[in-house]
């Protein structure tokens, strides 16, 4: 499946901090065909550190195709012989240096200065995301989405589609999701990535524009990311203790290594290449405010709202949305007297089995999906 | 029970890494008399950030008591009506600036240049602790101990305790503790927090002393530390998701914070400034270098050697050292042909619980000191 990438604009947005935004563009990717009707919609929403890039691939010699293309295309799940899939990338996108990247966040020129917004940039919400793609969906003249459905914050945009537009919302999946970012998670990776970025003395106040950027720390922000979404039952079955250069002693100096540290400083130093600092704080920033349904009362009143199915899809090992938190929503939806059901994927994965192993819950999916 | 430190001097100490460490300082507490026949003595290893501090008050008006001072005292599980307890700072404790804290580390003077050892100083193992214990032991006519024990890293301790010196070790308590540094904890809080602190532009590649110092990459290694030693849990009791400033609308600025953040963060600050960096990292180095029994063979072989009773006190909730990696070294320890059992305490308190809720495993404790 080759896709490519599209460009939606959007002369002003309403923040829900009281801003408005101008000329805000995000870049979208659509699979399938819509239907003359316009009612086979799916929309998929990303995680913190993804993009629009759900399914296939950009050309035929593309390693990697996009991150939840095993439940995405042709006869998967998600069917795009029956269904229009659209997935875009959020406002705020972290990744403002990847070129397939679109997105309007603290790295973009404010139209009113002709210079990058750095930390002038207004808060955003998890609301504003979905407002945004509201606007790409109606420009589509899509009125009805078959389903919405995202990993982490991209359930947290799932849930939150529910309760901001019920009657366009027929069934939400919420994987490896909550209905607020729990409070550890708040504090680490989240405020921890923060401090790291701003300890970087090339951070300069966010004002780092052309020059080199706060690197180092976007990358030790990037392995506390990585340790939370990974886990202890991950590290033992991989890297476990072993040494990276195992022809040297450890006891011999400072600088030995074991491989899980150089193995995962790899990862972080090539992810932060990509990265935008201002946007990786106020993105974690729009994370710590999610609290589904801000703006609509008690998270109570809020997913009274809702009017679609609800599939929450956990992880068992997760560290980043624990278990539990899923069962409280779980909870929360029924007592609001939601359709709601949860199954768990089994694994020793962590939270990025949600992502990467997301195959395992593909009959629950599908089920889910063509269910009337 | 009003306490006092003592320090215990030894003019060389051979380390485990090959290097002869001279003019050896520790500072040690004893709580209780040792016996004519001095077969009374109990052992307590302290954990990664704590001190020989373990149990009474230094004063009459001194707030917080000793670490484990639930347990250790007149009539308490480590009855010091009939035991003698010692307690001794280990090498290279982190503390260097609290003025009861006596220890030999890279902020020490090296008497061979006059001046501090900082990254000059050698690579040290739980092994050299326990030869200094062992020393410091020896010099007070102990020839057997009634008891190690220990949380945490001081867990660490008492397990190698029972494999380097069998003979002398007739019961080991290993508290919220492994067989070996965790690989996914060896990253996080370990290499993490070295990262952080070089990060600071007052870390000057170690050549602080007399200086300022990287306060601030020492706040942020705490708060990663204590994320990792609290819980999930523990966050949903206590602060959850209140605002620091609920005047304050969160959607204001980038500046709003979280109650979970200004807490978290006003402590690890007050903990840096106790703290000396170059100590953090040779500490969190021999940490992640701890594997029960280095230079015995193999684990199997290591284990093999002990002669003691061990019982293992998990935390349920422990993220740190999770309670799946003690039920490993339960198999490994009986496999072995050792007497060993368990007790597990529950509590949403995290890794932690080991220390501030050990009053939990009185009755275990206390049966296992007393039994035969």
């Not at 295309?73 to 998600?78: L, Y």
């Given at each position: 499946m080759i896709v490519h990438k599209q460009v939606f604009e959007l002369d002003r947005l309403d923040l829900f901090c009281g801003t408005t935004l101008r000329q805000v563009r995000v870049g979208y990717e659509t699979y399938g065909t819509l239907s003359p009707s316009k009612d086979n919609a799916i929309l998929i929403c990303h995680h913190?550190?993804?993009?629009?890039?759900?399914?296939?691939?950009?050309?035929?010699?593309?390693?990697i195709p996009g991150y939840w293309d095993a439940v995405i295309?042709?006869?998967?799940?998600?069917d795009t012989h029956r269904y229009f899939v659209v997935s875009s990338d959020t406002l705020c996108?972290?990744?403002?240096?990847?070129?397939?990247v679109v997105t309007t966040g603290p790295?973009?020129?404010?139209p009113q200065t002709?210079?990058?917004?750095?930390?002038?940039f207004p808060i955003l919400t998890i609301k504003d995301f979905i407002n945004a793609q509201h606007a790409l969906a109606s420009s589509l003249?899509?009125?009805?989405?078959?389903a919405v459905a995202g990993p982490s914050m991209g359930g947290f945009q799932a849930l939150e589609w529910a309760i901001a537009y019920p009657e366009m919302v027929a069934r939400v999946i919420v994987v490896i999701s909550a209905g607020e970012l729990h409070p550890w998670v708040i504090m680490m990776p989240g405020r921890v990535a923060e401090t790291a970025i701003r300890l970087?003395?090339?951070?300069?106040n966010g004002e780092y524009y052309g020059k080199a950027g706060p690197l180092e720390g976007l990358a030790l922000a990037f392995v506390v990311l990585t340790m939370i979404a990974k886990s202890q039952l991950w590290a033992d079955r991989t890297?476990?203790?072993?040494?990276?250069?195992?022809?040297?002693?450890?006891?011999?100096?400072?600088?030995t290594r074991f491989l899980i540290e150089t193995e995962i400083e790899k990862t972080a130093k090539e992810r932060a290449k990509l990265v935008d600092a201002n946007s990786y704080i106020y993105l974690a920033k729009a994370g710590a405010l999610y609290?589904?349904?801000?703006?609509?009362?008690?998270l109570e009143e809020a997913l009274e709202r809702i009017r679609a199915k609800v599939l929450l899809i956990p992880c068992?090992?997760?560290?980043?949305?624990?278990p539990y938190q899923s069962q409280q929503l779980l909870g929360a939806l029924r007592r609001a007297g939601v359709n709601a059901s949860s199954f768990e994927l089994e694994s020793?994965?962590?939270?990025l089995a949600g992502i990467l192993e997301i195959h395992k819950a593909s009959r629950a999916l599908r089920d889910f999906v063509e269910s009337a």
């Open positions: 913190f550190s993804g993009t629009s890039h759900a399914a296939g691939r950009y050309n035929e010699i593309e390693e295309g042709p006869g998967k799940p998600f996108n972290i990744n403002v240096k990847d070129p397939r790295a973009s020129i404010n002709g210079r990058p917004y750095g930390t002038s003249g899509i009125r009805r989405l078959h970087d003395p090339n951070w300069q890297v476990g203790r072993a040494l990276a250069d195992p022809g040297r002693s450890p006891f011999e100096g400072l600088d609290r589904a349904g801000i703006g609509f009362g008690s068992s090992s997760d560290l980043f949305l624990p020793d994965g962590g939270h």
